[in-house]
């Protein structure tokens, strides 16, 4: 693998791993910016009611983009392993 296949491959595999972390992140993110303004709205500084809503919400969206991952993942594998 010559040096300028190794720089695009690791270009690749960043934004691809950056495309898939970006649905989790950014509705952890949204409900963790809901949450936090809801309770210093309330006065209630749980930080067990910050985490729960924020962790069912990223496994929801894990679940329902899983399958787009993987294929995503696959396609990167694929590329690292069969390039020449």
């Given at each position: ?55 069912v919400v990223i496994v929801a969206v894990m679940f329902i983009t ?19």
């Open positions: 693998m010559a040096g300028f296949d190794l720089v695009s491959l690791v270009r690749f595999s960043l934004i691809e791993g950056g495309l898939l972390l970006a649905p989790a992140l950014l509705a952890g993110l949204s409900v963790a910016l809901v949450v936090g303004v809801l309770q210093s709205a309330t006065g209630i500084h749980e930080p067990l009611i910050g985490m729960v809503p924020r962790l899983g399958g787009w991952m993987i294929e995503r993942f696959v396609s990167l594998f694929q590329a690292s392993v069969l390039s020449p």
